[in-house]
């Protein structure tokens, strides 16, 4: 059946109990007006309209698969007990038409009242079995208690008021009515206290409480007809109350059938006041004997619930009280928890910046000493880059346990941020560059399960009269960033003065970004020569700046502030597309053998970012210099920064990119490097050329002063590397190494970098040597 059906059928069968329960009323009237028909058709209105709602209630269920198979459990219950209750009744109404005469007396028979009660069972057990919300522990043991209070308050009351009243009544009813009357009250009672415990599932609490009604009302109706007209009574139930039930019932077909096509109420959530309206209700018979009601054996019953009540009510408070008690400890560690987190750092658990700055204010508020240890890891970022970052964060922790060792009660540790510590010294007594130098020794040997050595730098300030947070910061930082100039793993005191040249190599920065934005630098080019002839054989690119008021600054002041700002990235992408559009023109202009290569220097910065290999293949596509004719200058500490730098340099050697190992001998692993590095050219430093022309008549110095750069041109030779020889600066030089083996050499001696310009005019000069040669 549709669910359209369903709703139009559910319509019809309340519009024909209602129909029943009508006519019922309108034959009573009749009845005690003109006295219509015998008393026995009282007798029927109640089956007629039991079939109704059983039909009803069986017509939901026929939905089959289309049920939830709660839902459908439910129903069916509810379907079985209205259909044995309305057979009892028929049964009842058969009886009441074969003894017409004794209507009024007549007992309904045994076996009529029996169907009746396994109905009236199989409703109270298909309520039961309506799951509840889900709960355990004490909360399952309160809700326990609320039912239990809430149905013994109910049923205290409805004893009051409706049983005993029956059973006290001049012309009591027969024990078969008063007890389906009980039964009535307690499906009204179980299914009031059920309803306000449903977790909104598939069984409807509207129609639940429909179902409720269609017990209660009747039920609670009935009784008070019996006390108040007694036998005569019956024929009201009969023919006004009762067939009230199944409209209520067909009325919660209608509503289960509305909450199935998703118009289901929002629940209103009456739980928590059942219990202490209950608790109200059990007081009313005994407000009543304080008003002077006479103490009967109803109202001595009466009196076991109500104090069962009370003492369920204590227990439960006592279990609401250990809740709140136990919810406001984990309020108070929750909010410790949150405390925690808010200031301190999660990785280390040292405090974070904010508690760091909050304890240093507090301090200097009071005017006590105070002193701060600004303290940097010296090139951790390497460490990250060639282990990873968890080993990075492992030795992050074991650093900030080493902080702790050493501050131990004079101070506050704390991790400022990234790889920078802090610590806030308050003790009375405590010398900062004391613990400066026992941090730095205990820095001094390997830390971490990893086995790690790492240094630091430390700048120490102390907070002086009057002085603030934010000075006192900035000082620290100052001499820390002093510190790493002075070469790192030390510690600097903070002087006034010393922050002047430290704002200056800052405000470099932001200089840098102008310069780019008003294309203030300017690229020359050094020659590298054949030293045997003097000729031009490639070129090594050099920046320049041409500062507006400074004039020409040396790349030896703002090539650093260019790695530390980033700027170097687009800084060398700038030389980089000038280098090869000037040599792609050199080309053009000279022809392919004027000039074999032009190569510039490639920082680690510049290798690190993601775009590199795709900047330089754009710059070769748009000038178009052919592959194989740019060379890249790396350094040794470059190349070994991590696998990033590592892929860049493999894509560019597939690439046909020249690569060129740059102030070779200078590192620490300069042999396995020309194994593991795919090198074409190495680089001999200047610091090897200097000095290596010196005859000071002592042959073993002079071989001593030649070793390295005869080491390195016989391991050119064995590898099939190019060489090339820098900072030459005189004849003498040119002819020691010229006897070592060297070709190719560069420096002032052989020619001063200069613009592209004095390139072009030497180019010309060789092109015309060669044709007169020619």
Not at 24 to 40: F, H, M, R, S
Not at 101 to 107: F, I, L
Not at 357 to 377: E, H, N, Y
Request: aromatic residues 6%; hydrophobic residues 50%; contains cysteine.
């Amino acid at each position: 059946m549709t669910v359209e059906a369903l709703q139009s059928t559910a319509r019809r069968y309340v519009q024909a109990s209602a129909a029943v329960a009508a006519a019922g009323a309108i034959w009573c009237v009749a009845y005690l007006q003109a006295g219509l028909g015998p008393e026995a058709v009282a007798y029927l209105f109640v089956p007629v309209g039991g079939a109704l709602a059983t039909a009803a209630v069986f017509t939901l269920t026929r939905r089959g698969r289309d049920l939830d198979p709660v839902e459908a459990r439910f129903w069916r219950g509810v379907m079985w007990a209205i259909g044995l209750i309305t057979v009892g009744y028929a049964w009842l109404a058969v009886d009441m038409f074969a003894h017409a005469d004794e209507v009024r007396t007549r007992s309904m028979p045994l076996p009529a009242a029996a169907l009746a009660v396994i109905g009236f069972l199989i409703a109270i057990w298909s309520l039961a079995r309506v799951p509840v919300v889900s709960a355990g522990g004490t909360e399952q043991w309160r809700m326990i208690l609320d039912r239990l209070i809430a149905f013994l308050g109910c049923a205290a009351v409805l004893w009051y008021l409706g049983l005993a009243p029956m059973l006290s009544a001049r012309e009591p009813w027969s024990r078969q009515a008063m007890v389906l009357v009980g039964l009535g009250l307690l499906v009204a009672v179980g299914a009031a206290t059920k309803v306000s415990y449903i977790a909104g599932g598939p069984v409807d609490r509207v129609a639940i409480r429909f179902i409720a009604a269609s017990g209660g009302v009747p039920g609670a109706a009935v009784a008070v007809l019996a006390v108040q007209y007694g036998y005569l009574g019956s024929v009201y139930a009969q023919a006004v109350v009762m067939p009230l039930a199944p409209v209520l019932i067909a009325l919660g077909v209608a509503a289960q059938d509305r909450a199935d096509r998703g118009l289901r109420r929002e629940p209103v959530r009456v739980g928590m006041v059942l219990p202490y309206l209950a608790m109200v209700l059990a007081d009313v018979p005994l407000i009543a004997l304080a008003f002077g009601a006479p103490l009967r054996w109803p109202v001595r019953v009466v009196l076991i619930p109500a104090v069962v009540v009370t003492g369920l009510a204590i227990v439960r408070q006592y279990l609401a009280y250990r809740e709140n008690a136990r919810l406001l400890r984990t309020s108070r560690i929750q909010e410790e928890r949150l405390q925690h987190e808010v200031s301190h750092d999660g990785l280390t658990g040292l405090a974070n910046r904010a508690l760091f700055r909050q304890r240093l204010t507090a301090v200097l508020a009071t005017g006590a000493p105070a002193s701060v240890l600004l303290i940097d890891l010296d090139d951790f970022k390497a460490v990250n880059d060639l282990l990873g970052h968890e080993v990075g964060d492992r030795l992050l922790v074991s650093v900030a346990g080493l902080l702790r060792a050493e501050v131990g009660a004079q101070g506050l540790p704390v991790r400022v941020g990234g790889d920078e510590f802090a610590v806030l010294l308050t003790g009375p007594g405590a010398d900062p560059e004391v613990l400066a130098e026992r941090i730095l020794a205990s820095l001094s040997h390997p830390i971490s399960e990893h086995r790690l050595l790492i240094q630091a730098s430390i700048g120490i300030a102390t907070a002086g009269p009057g002085t603030g947070v934010n000075a006192v910061l900035r000082n620290a930082d100052v001499a820390m960033y002093t510190a790493k100039q002075q070469g790192k793993a030390g510690f600097v005191r903070y002087a006034e003065g010393m922050g002047e040249p430290v704002l200056a190599h800052m405000q470099l920065g932001s200089e840098l970004r102008r310069a780019l934005d008003n294309n203030e630098f300017r690229v020359v080019y050094q020659p590298i020569v054949r030293l045997g002839t003097g000729r031009l054989i490639g070129v090594e690119a050099l920046v320049r700046w041409h500062h507006p008021a400074r004039g020409v600054v040396s790349p030896a002041e703002f090539i650093p502030a260019a790695e530390r700002t980033g700027l170097i990235v687009p800084l060398g992408r700038l030389v980089l597309r000038e280098t090869c559009r000037q040599a792609a023109m050199w080309l053009a202009d000279f022809g392919p053998d004027a000039l074999r290569e032009a190569g510039l220097n490639v920082s680690a910065r510049q290798l690190h970012d993601p775009d590199f290999v795709a900047d330089v293949a754009d710059a070769l596509a748009e000038s178009g210099l052919p592959n194989e004719r740019l060379v890249l200058e790396v350094t040794e500490s470059a190349v070994l920064r991590g696998q990033q730098i590592s892929r860049a340099l493999f894509e560019l050697d597939r690439m046909g990119i020249r690569l060129a190992l740059d102030d070779f001998g200078t590192g620490e692993s300069s042999l396995s490097l020309l194994r593991a590095f795919p090198a074409a050219i190495v680089k001999l430093d200047k610091s090897f050329v200097d000095g290596i022309e010196i005859d000071d008549g002592n042959p073993a110095a002079a071989d001593a002063r030649q070793a390295v750069a005869r080491a390195v041109i016989q391991l050119a030779r064995a590898l099939s590397l190019d060489t090339v020889a820098e900072g030459i600066e005189s004849p003498e030089q040119v002819a020691v190494l010229r006897e070592l083996g060297y070709a190719l050499g560069q420096g002032y001696h052989l020619a001063e970098p200069m613009s592209a310009d004095g390139i072009s005019r030497l180019l010309a000069r060789q092109a015309i040597t060669v044709r007169s040669v020619i």
